[in-house]
């Protein structure tokens, strides 16, 4: 192939211009390459990196041949933590263990051998006068057993005209089925809650206990359960519109589709919340904004969402959408970690911290709503004017380029603005997302495991169950109890046709607890 051939021209002139232009190409080429390593650098702390930002000695080693960082540079930033989060060193000595008031004692008298049982000087027996008592903390392996249900049957001897009558069957999560509702629910609470995927647990069935269940049989029942806790969560709606605040979020998660031969579709679950309310969660085959539309119809209030386009049409003189602050700063902190340290996305990050100051101030001194109003309207509305300024003048900065991770964050920050705002004039209001985040992080924790969801028509099921779950942990329930007591009498009201679910869930559980308590 042969090489471009550059016309040289000869007059001065021209020259000049034709150095000038390569000039700029150089300069075009420096910073595509400065993008181009941040962004590497990025891709690979967020793949590699640990959660409290420091970077382990194999970590160095992955960073060590990234183009634009030197190995002084990288175990520099290994040494050194976040500069918004700080964690406490753990005490080398935290002491002994005290072991729960509430659990049975039960005691192991272990005896003397045979040779201090007698005085070795007059050799009479001795006898006990005391113990050497310790405690540990033990446990029954787990044991299945067969469980031999008999209804009594009744008649009369003198009157068998009368007939046979019989005891009625016992209300059922699954009726007629093989499994009790023990067996289901630890099933349910082994996936969702400790994310053990069904094929691992036929195998810990088979393999401890010589019990061999199929993969297939565990799903048949959880889509059982399903079915259950679908319209269960459906009559959490309300409960959700309430309080007239919502945050929402979602999370990719795959599915088995038929639509794509050999490949898994990336659906979507939509999670709603409330801080101190029901969580909701909702399957879309899609991203799109039509999946919150039909959720959200009948709102009225304000919805806090971080700056995904899907949310932002929901503005309206009904409902007020408020940003989120900790999705601003994850911006400014990736482009930190991105850019080197970079210095103005440090100072960003130190103003955002002095936010989240006043939060934890009013958290602390357990504050009413109107008295967390009134300390950000004198503590945190000057720092907000600052923060924005300061926003402002590092995107116009010749240094900071539109296309870079500091440039991404002040354009996504400065975007988001006018609904981070609102924060500062609603005390109920929370100063971002994290508490939905939270309810969904089992979810990202889970698909890990899980890889997929077998059909398109399981998702709006195991939405349901993951609702129930993350709804009681939210409440401070105990999912076990509640889903014991109620999933029977949600099974027995469907098959009756009885659809009024709203007394049976997680909230109305929790009340009436209280109330007979």
């Not at 175990?75 to 263990?97: C, D, L, Y």
């Not at 006068?129 to 001897?157: G, T």
């Not at 709102?299 to 929901?314: M, N, P, R, V």
């Not at 899980?450 to 398109?456: C, F, K, R, T």
């Amino acid at each position: 192939m042969a090489e471009a051939q550059i016309q040289i021209p000869k007059d001065n002139e021209s020259l000049k211009k034709l150095a000038l232009k390569q000039a700029h190409k150089i300069v075009d080429l420096e910073r595509m390459i400065q993008l181009q390593a941040a962004q590497i650098r990025l891709i690979l702390i967020k793949k590699y990196g640990c959660k409290s930002e420091k970077l382990s000695d194999n970590q160095l080693l992955l960073l060590e041949g990234e183009p634009g960082i030197t190995q002084q540079e990288v175990e520099q930033e290994a040494q050194e933590m976040s500069p918004v989060k700080t964690r406490k060193k753990r005490n080398p000595n935290p002491g002994r263990i005290q072991l729960p008031e509430h659990l049975e004692r039960v005691e192991e008298i272990i005896p003397c051998p045979k040779d201090q049982c007698q005085c070795p000087q007059c050799g009479k027996e001795t006898k006990v006068f005391d113990y050497e008592i310790s405690e540990v903390l033990d446990l029954k392996p787990v044991e299945y057993f067969v469980k031999v249900i008999k209804r009594e049957k009744r008649a009369c001897p003198d009157c068998p005209e009368q007939g046979v009558q019989c005891a009625p069957p016992l209300k059922r999560i699954v009726d007629k089925g093989k499994f009790s509702d023990d067996f289901i629910i630890d099933t349910l609470l082994k996936k969702y809650r400790l994310h053990q995927p069904l094929f691992r647990q036929s195998v810990n069935l088979v393999e401890d206990f010589n019990l061999d269940i199929s993969r297939s049989t565990l799903c048949v029942n959880l889509m059982k359960v399903g079915e259950l806790c679908a319209p269960l969560s459906g009559a959490m709606r309300p409960e959700l519109f309430e309080g007239g605040y919502i945050q929402a979020d979602e999370t990719p998660i795959w599915v088995q589709s038929p639509r794509k031969k050999g490949k898994n579709h990336q659906a979507y679950l939509f999670e709603y919340s409330r801080p101190d309310g029901p969580v909701i969660f909702d399957f879309s085959l899609g991203r799109s904004r039509e999946g919150p539309e039909v959720m959200l119809k009948g709102f009225e209030g304000i919805l806090q969402t971080d700056g995904y386009s899907a949310y932002l049409k929901f503005s309206t003189d009904k409902i007020t959408r408020v940003g989120c602050m900790a999705h601003i700063r994850r911006k400014f902190d990736e482009a930190y970690k991105a850019e080197k340290k970079h210095p103005l996305a440090l100072e960003v990050l130190g103003m955002i911290r002095e936010l989240y100051a006043v939060e934890k101030q009013a958290r602390e001194k357990e504050l009413s709503h109107e008295q967390r109003l009134k300390l950000r309207q004198s503590q945190s509305a000057p720092v907000m004017e600052k923060l924005k300024a300061r926003i402002t003048e590092i995107r116009l900065k010749p240094t900071v380029l539109p296309k870079s991770q500091l440039g991404k964050a002040c354009n996504y920050a400065l975007g988001q603005w006018e609904a981070i705002k609102h924060y500062l004039n609603n005390g109920h209001v929370e100063i971002d997302n994290n508490s939905c985040e939270r309810s969904i992080r089992p979810v990202a924790i889970g698909r890990k495991n899980w890889i997929h969801i077998g059909s398109e028509n399981a998702g709006p099921k195991i939405a349901g169950i993951i609702s129930i779950v993350e709804t009681c942990l939210k409440l401070e329930i105990r999912p076990r109890d509640y889903l014991k007591e109620i999933l029977p009498e949600v099974a027995e009201r469907l098959k009756t046709g009885r659809q009024e679910l709203s007394d049976l869930t997680p909230m109305a559980w929790k009340a009436n607890q209280s109330t007979t308590a």
